[in-house]
């Protein structure tokens, strides 16, 4: 197997508009300020993550039309506590009390996300007390109906990422399909949509939510953040981690280069599945499914645009990925990297290909 920095990255399709909630540099601040006076940010090295990540700003791009600015807030302040157990839980290396010292932390933080009222005590830690602080204040401002989905994303969240670690640690190679099934839970696609629904003004009814064709729109739009993110992090990853370009080089013996190519066709697969669901779902749609498939595919954007700009990823780039503050005009394409519109021969995924010219169920408020 190859150098991971030897590789140039392709340019980006996605004919979708960009735009930055005004919000992000002031939730930004807030959540910094929240984040120390709970004692988390005294670590230099932590910090220096908590700076390179730029959560607010992708948090503004990826919803950057909030309409509740105070859920706003609070989601960006949960969004760097999500980044602080990734990084420091599910970074791929498991800590000193092995995986099941990850899945006993990480069951403790879901209890801590699902119980109202939760009673700290002196022997709780600074993530602990945080997170507490940033639940409650959620249960003020929110539905419960929608404080509910966002613990269920979460813990779908963290049992993705306790497969994937079991997956790299495994004598057993990971096909390209299971590696599919993996990331669709491990990569928060379905969180970020979480996100975005909870700073919309109208809930959404758990039917629409499994609605076929809207569960495969979302989806859609996950696994091409995924694949995204398996593009723009890859040079700063290890032979050894959960990405589609080493699966592809295992699977298909192809090299750095060739493997990277390939994903990006994969994802231009997926991205063009997204955009025909998308504009099916969006024709008479009600405001809340409006809302949610608009800010979705602006988030779709701004990703990229985060991922290739951020400090997190672009410190010491020479693959292609742009310094923070330079133009991104050459990181997009005109047009997808194939042209073959065939369903992925993926079980895991191949039946969000059925659910295009289907009768549109649509999302519905919760008074519909």
Request: charged content about 20%; hydrophobic content about 40%.
């Amino acid at each position: 197997m190859q150098n991971s920095r030897e590789f140039t990255l392709p340019p980006f399709y996605c004919p979708l508009p960009s735009a930055c909630s005004p919000l992000a540099e002031a939730a930004g601040d807030d959540a910094l300020e929240w984040l120390t006076s709970h004692g988390l940010c005294g670590d230099p090295t932590v910090l220096a993550r908590i700076r390179e990540a730029e959560v607010h700003r992708l948090m503004g791009l990826m919803i950057p039309q909030p309409e509740n600015e105070d859920v706003f807030r609070t989601l960006t302040r949960f969004a760097h506590l999500v980044l602080l157990a990734e990084d420091l839980l599910f970074d791929g290396s498991p800590s000193a009390g092995g995986l099941g010292g990850i899945i006993e932390q990480a069951g403790k933080v879901m209890r801590v996300m699902e119980s109202p009222g939760y009673r700290t005590t002196a022997a709780d830690d600074p993530y602990t007390l945080a997170l507490v602080d940033v639940m409650n204040r959620l249960r003020r401002q929110s539905a419960p109906g929608r404080v509910g989905r966002l613990t269920h994303e979460m813990r779908r969240c963290f049992a993705g990422a306790v497969r994937g670690i079991n997956a790299m640690h495994s004598p057993v190679p990971l096909t390209e399909d299971r590696y599919m099934s993996i990331r669709l839970d491990d990569v928060a696609g379905h969180l970020v949509i979480v996100l975005i629904e909870m700073c919309g003004s109208d809930p959404l009814t758990d039917d629409a939510w499994q609605s076929p064709a809207v569960l495969a729109c979302l989806e859609s739009a996950g696994m091409v953040g995924a694949l995204d993110n398996d593009l723009f992090s890859y040079r700063k990853e290890s032979v050894h981690d959960l990405n589609l370009i080493n699966v592809l080089q295992t699977t298909r013996g192809l090299s750095v280069q060739d493997a990277v190519g390939e994903t990006m066709k994969v994802r231009d697969r997926v991205m063009r599945l997204f955009l025909r669901l998308r504009e099916e779902l969006l024709v008479g749609a009600p405001v809340p499914q409006r809302y949610v498939l608009e800010q979705l595919g602006q988030a779709m954007r701004g990703h990229v645009e985060w991922g290739l700009t951020a400090p997190r990823h672009t410190a010491g780039s020479s693959n292609g990925a742009a310094a923070p503050g330079a133009s991104l005009s050459g990181c997009w394409a005109d047009s997808p990297s194939t042209a073959d519109t065939d369903p992925l021969p993926y079980p895991s995924i191949s039946w969000w290909w059925d659910q295009t010219d289907q009768p549109s169920r649509g999302l519905r408020t919760e008074q519909q």
